[in-house]
Every structure is written in C-alpha cells, then in structure tokens.
C-alpha cells in the first residue's frame, strides 16, 4: 500500500505532459533561495562585513550546483513544448519569455543606476557603447540570456540521438573557456540542459523512496559534493560537470524529503515565481541592507545576513503571483497577450 512516505515520482510525467510535478518547482524554490543567500553574502564581504572565511559554502559548494539546476529541470519541458508547438512558435515563446526580460531589465539598472548608485559598493559611468556590447554578449543578466542561447541550440539539436546531445554539450563545455564571449557560458550550460532533455523524452521515473531512503542519498550526495570541493576547491570547467550533476541530484532528493512538509510549500512557492526573484530579488537585497544599515544602524551579522536573503525571496515571489493584479505583467514577459503568470512561468522554464 502506497503511503505519502514512499509515493513514486515520475518526473518524465511533469515534462513530457501537463501536470506540473512539486519536486520540480520545489528543487528550483531550493536553488532560486541558495542564489539571494550568496548575493547577500557577496554584498557583504564586498563591504567588508562579512565575518571570518567564506568561500566554502557560500562561494564554492552553491556555486557548483545551484545554477545547473535550473537548466536541468528547463530541460525538461523542452521536447514536449516543441513537439506541442513547433519550432517556430517555441522559439517566438522564449524570445517573449526569457530575451524580453532580459533586454527589459538591462534597460531598467540601466536607467535606475544613477539614482541607486550611492547606494552600492562600487560604481561604473554609463556608456551607450559599453552598454550595447555588454548587452549583446550576455552580461547584463547572464542566466536569461545563457538560458535562451542553450534552447535555441536545443531547437537545432532537437532529432539528434540524446546521448549525442548530452556528449557535445559536455565536450563544449570543457574545451570552451566560460569566459569566451556569447558562446562560453551557454557551452557551459547547455550539458545541464541536455541532461534535462534526457531525462524528459522517455519513460524515465525515479523509483519509490522513502523519506529515509531520500535523506540518505541527500546525505550521500552532499557528502560527496562537499569533499570535492574541499579535495580540489571551486569548480571549474573540467570538473563542473560531475558537481552540477551531483550538486542537482543532491537537491532533487532534498526536494523529496521536503515535499511532504510545510518547508515543500513554501519552497515549491518560491519555485513557481523563481523568475521574478531572479528578476528583481537583487533591487530588494539592496534595499533592505541599506534599510538595515542607514534606518536601525546595524552591520550586525546575521540579520545583514538573513533578512535581505529572505526579503530578496518573498518580496518578488509576492510581486510575481500579483502582477496581473498590479498590472505589471510586462516587466516578466510581452506584455501583448492575456498570459498569467503561471503561464508565463511554464513557458519560461525558470
């Protein structure tokens, strides 16, 4: 008899149909909050705030994992969503979806800077050319534009054997430098995706666990990651693959032990609007450190700490579920058409 303890989990289920899977939104809710708790925690050492070493946990062990998670669990839909739409309408959805965004927000620091510049700990003049060439190579918001980079080369890659896709991906990431202009970080990338795109096309499905089974291969797997790292310090091009494999499936099993706990809702809350965290998670950061610091007066350590990382989560996650309502859909996508933001958030994939 099937109990909430050990109930199956068929992620092929969540991409390849309509039924949107929990442990998927949740391991992005897991990953979208590990990403506000390293900004914050950058923010501050930048400002000299931080106390003692920080480079272990909150520099290497996320940054080896968190971001290959989003491109994994993108990765599912992908096939599916062409398969429904097309090529030529899929591709319409994530310039809509995922480079509006991009070029959006880019235009909005751009024009915010100088009136928040006072504010951060280092500022760059505004230069039109700067700018442009910034925009085009992807670093005004790496993530949305590697993100659109890797599925159009899925598009292109979409009849090729699975095992192909996932070996050039791999191959590209480890011969392409990530700092290369426009092509390093979407070769960096695109092997998670791949990974992705594996996992959703056939009859693929995890295995009845337990809560103790998915604590011990949670445990396993964190276990692993941490002596890497610890071995061999960050990850770099020859080793991120194994890491971001490993550092997502460690979060997959986490996702599962959580999912029946109220911890998974919330998680699986902030996983739905992850996009809107990821967009406007660093103006609240910013905000709310200097709220602490200018308004109470305080650098003390975990509340520069926490409070940003938790304010940097709920408030655009809030925003987003609000955004029909405060009629701002078009800061997250085309603002022609009647998409909701669960809608929006489904054909993003983020």
């Given at each position: 008899?099937?109990?909430?303890?050990?109930?199956?989990?068929?992620?092929?289920?969540?991409?390849?149909?309509?039924?949107?899977?929990?442990?998927?939104?949740?391991?992005?809710?897991?990953?979208?909050?590990?990403?506000?708790?390293?900004?914050?925690?950058?923010?501050?050492?930048?400002?000299?705030?931080?106390?003692?070493?920080?480079?272990?946990?909150?520099?290497?062990?996320?940054?080896?994992?968190?971001?290959?998670?989003?491109?994994?669990?993108?990765?599912?839909?992908?096939?599916?969503?062409?398969?429904?739409?097309?090529?030529?309408?899929?591709?319409?959805?994530?310039?809509?979806?995922?480079?509006?965004?991009?070029?959006?927000?880019?235009?909005?620091?751009?024009?915010?800077?100088?009136?928040?510049?006072?504010?951060?700990?280092?500022?760059?003049p505004f230069e039109?050319?700067?700018?442009?060439?910034?925009?085009?190579?992807?670093?005004?918001?790496?993530?949305?534009?590697?993100?659109?980079?890797?599925?159009?080369?899925?598009?292109?890659?979409?009849?090729?054997?699975?095992?192909?896709?996932?070996?050039?991906?791999?191959?590209?990431?480890?011969?392409?430098?990530?700092?290369?202009?426009?092509?390093?970080?979407?070769?960096?990338?695109?092997?998670?995706?791949?990974?992705?795109?594996?996992?959703?096309?056939?009859?693929?499905?995890?295995?009845?666990?337990?809560?103790?089974?998915?604590?011990?291969?949670?445990?396993?797997?964190?276990?692993?990651?941490?002596?890497?790292?610890?071995?061999?310090?960050?990850?770099?091009?020859?080793?991120?693959?194994?890491?971001?494999?490993?550092?997502?499936?460690?979060?997959?099993?986490?996702?599962?032990?959580?999912?029946?706990?109220?911890?998974?809702?919330?998680?699986?809350?902030?996983?739905?609007?992850?996009?809107?965290?990821?967009?406007?998670?660093?103006?609240?950061?910013g905000a709310t450190?200097?709220?602490?610091?200018?308004?109470?007066?305080?650098?003390?350590?975990?509340?520069?700490?926490?409070?940003?990382?938790?304010?940097?989560?709920?408030?655009?996650?809030?925003?987003?579920?609000?955004?029909?309502?405060?009629?701002?859909?078009?800061?997250?996508?085309?603002?022609?058409?009647?998409?909701?933001?669960?809608?929006?958030?489904?054909?993003?994939?983020?």
């Amino acid at each position: 008899m099937n109990t909430v303890m050990e109930r199956p989990v068929v992620l092929s289920a969540s991409a390849t149909g309509n039924t949107r899977s929990n442990t998927v939104d949740i391991m992005k809710g897991i990953a979208i909050s590990l990403m506000a708790f390293g900004h914050t925690s950058q923010g501050m050492y930048a400002r000299g705030w931080w106390v003692g070493p920080r480079h272990f946990f909150a520099e290497d062990l996320i940054y080896s994992f968190h971001m290959p998670v989003f491109f994994v669990v993108a990765g599912l839909f992908v096939l599916k969503s062409l398969e429904r739409r097309g090529a030529k309408s899929f591709t319409l959805e994530k310039l809509k979806t995922i480079l509006y965004p991009y070029l959006l927000w880019a235009v909005l620091y751009a024009v915010l800077e100088p009136f928040i510049t006072r504010y951060k700990n280092s500022h760059h003049p505004f230069e039109l050319k700067s700018f442009a060439v910034s925009l085009l190579i992807g670093e005004q918001g790496w993530f949305l534009y590697t993100l659109f980079g890797c599925l159009m080369i899925a598009v292109l890659m979409r009849s090729w054997p699975a095992w192909l896709r996932l070996l050039a991906g791999v191959i590209a990431g480890m011969l392409i430098p990530s700092g290369m202009p426009v092509v390093g970080m979407i070769a960096r990338e695109f092997c998670f995706l791949a990974v992705g795109m594996w996992i959703g096309i056939g009859t693929y499905s995890i295995l009845r666990t337990s809560a103790l089974t998915s604590a011990a291969v949670f445990i396993g797997l964190a276990a692993f990651q941490a002596a890497m790292i610890w071995r061999f310090g960050a990850a770099n091009r020859w080793n991120y693959v194994l890491l971001g494999l490993t550092g997502t499936a460690g979060v997959f099993f986490l996702s599962r032990l959580i999912e029946q706990w109220k911890l998974g809702d919330l998680f699986c809350w902030l996983g739905r609007g992850s996009l809107g965290v990821f967009l406007m998670g660093a103006f609240v950061q910013g905000a709310t450190r200097e709220f602490l610091f200018r308004a109470l007066h305080t650098r003390e350590f975990w509340l520069q700490l926490l409070v940003p990382t938790v304010t940097s989560t709920i408030i655009p996650a809030f925003v987003w579920y609000q955004q029909d309502r405060l009629r701002l859909r078009w800061l997250f996508s085309w603002p022609i058409g009647k998409s909701s933001a669960s809608t929006i958030q489904a054909k993003s994939g983020v």
